[in-house]
């Protein structure tokens, strides 16, 4: 009998499972959704170990209350707003995260950028619709979009993922505009970017990229004010959190022409309700939540947070710890198995 429950509340890649698999029962879901509230609960009553795949299980204190045995949760992912970070550490519960998907989602959000500039979903469904029936310099007419060379790139959250989508942006000549709660003088030194207010940033990039984390302090950062102050060709992508804009003044900045265009992968609810109006819009690109959605990628993810929830469980230092002073709680080793 392995001596160890690890649940996995949605599906990662099988590498990361055969890991657990070595030293634990491991519990999975097939089919690939959110567990319904009741069924997470269910789910974590007697287990050692929670893999969080998406941010939609919450472990707060109710959940802690049901899952006595907890002793280590690992998030495959950045974001942990779901987690209760106080209670698991008065708990005794480690709690790993997996910041290694920064490319990935760096990738995702230029993707966005050179979509959205170039107009490339319209064109992809002009072909597929077959209305490419004649050539001629009309249809470039109908498809006309902007540059990226030369222009200039506004970084809301010069973090891991923010400058790498900066330095994709160098390798286009753009000019690096960034806003951050602190200054960076070292990437300001290799990127060449440069550091100025929220205002500034907004008023004069051509392309804004958010990258910052939620809290609330950044809750609606961008709402129709700031929409307003904003260049009418300015293009804006979130690959961040949804509720850093505000969605329904983004639809209105959209609609009116107060910008030039968005791309999201992101939203303030997912997923993005059927009668959502940024559905009737033309000039944005819309994405389901895929931005570290790489095979290679998710690959990686899998073996780093079942590497981290074997170290702890094993007694030993996990990587990326969120809540270093847990070790006081229930320091690694002996202790950790104490109830």
Known sequence: MKAFKVFIAQPIQPEGVKMLE??????STKEGRPLKREEFLKYIKDVDAVILPWHTDIMDREAFDVARNLKVIGR??????????????????????????????ADTAFALIVA??????????????????????WVAWKFLGVDLHDKTLGVIGLGRIGSMVAKRGTGFD?????????????LEKELGAKWVTLEELLRESDFISVNTFLSEKTRHLIGAREFKMMKKTAIIVNTSRGPVIDQDALYEALKNGEIGG??????????????????????????????????????KMARVTASDVIAVLTGKEPKYLLNPEVREVRPLGGALYAS
């Open 22 to 27: 070595e030293i634990a029962e491991v519990i």
């Open 76 to 105: 495959h992912g950045v974001g942990y707003e779901n987690i209760d970070l106080k209670t698991a550490t008065e708990r005794g519960v480690y709690v790993t995260y997996c910041p290694v998907h920064t490319p990935t989602v």
């Open 116 to 137: 959205v500039a170039r107009k490339i979903p319209q064109a992809d469904r002009f072909v597929k619709s077959r209305e490419w029936t004649i050539g001629g310099e």
């Open 174 to 186: 753009m000019r690096i505009l960034y806003h951050d709660v602190e200054r960076k003088p070292e």
């Open 262 to 299: 968005a791309g999201l992968d992101v939203y303030e609810e997912e997923p993005l309700p059927l009668d959502s109006p940024l559905l009737t819009l033309d000039n944005v690109v819309l994405l389901p939540h895929i931005g570290s959605a790489a095979l290679d990628m998710r690959q």
